[in-house]
């Protein structure tokens, strides 16, 4: 029989589970990143502890991300409290983009999220902002003074 024609389990064609991956670079945080990652962490714990022993369907996943929230509080570097005077990672930054006013906190990549306005300090918006004073006009997606620096705060 030809080998085309054999199929020995569905197993086999299933995607392969792979790590979750790390983001390059170092792993900056913020104490509310540092406190969310060890939140995590205790949640998967505790979602492991109740995943029944024999079954490696339900406990694979949480190992995995498990592996990877341990990865990421092994390498978290706590950042130190901003000056405030320039932007930088854990700043408040209220910007002008294309005539819309916006504020966000950089923050770590774990802590990121941009519609909650925590923006990744690796994001392109936030590596176009950083060293900025109030009041500067920065390029940004190929526009000259796209961004304006209304404010800079660090917050508590």
Known sequence: MSVAFRR??????????????LPPGPNLVTARGLALID???AALETALAAAPEG???ARA?????????RARQLSAELAPVPSGDKVEF??????????AEKTFRLVGDDEADPAAG??????????????AEPGELLPFAGQ???IEVLAIDVPE
């Open 55 to 57: 079954d490696e369907a």
């Open 90 to 99: 854990g700043v408040e930054v209220t910007i002008a983009l294309k005539g």
């Open 118 to 131: 925590s923006l990744s300090f690796n994001a392109p918006l936030a590596r176009a902002m950083m060293g």
């Open 8 to 21: 020995e389990s569905d197993e086999e064609h299933r995607e392969p589970k792979f790590e979750l991956p």
């Open 61 to 69: 996943p949480i190992q995995r991300d498990l592996r990877y929230w």
């Open 144 to 146: 000259e003074d796209a």
């Open 39 to 41: 939140e995590r962490i």
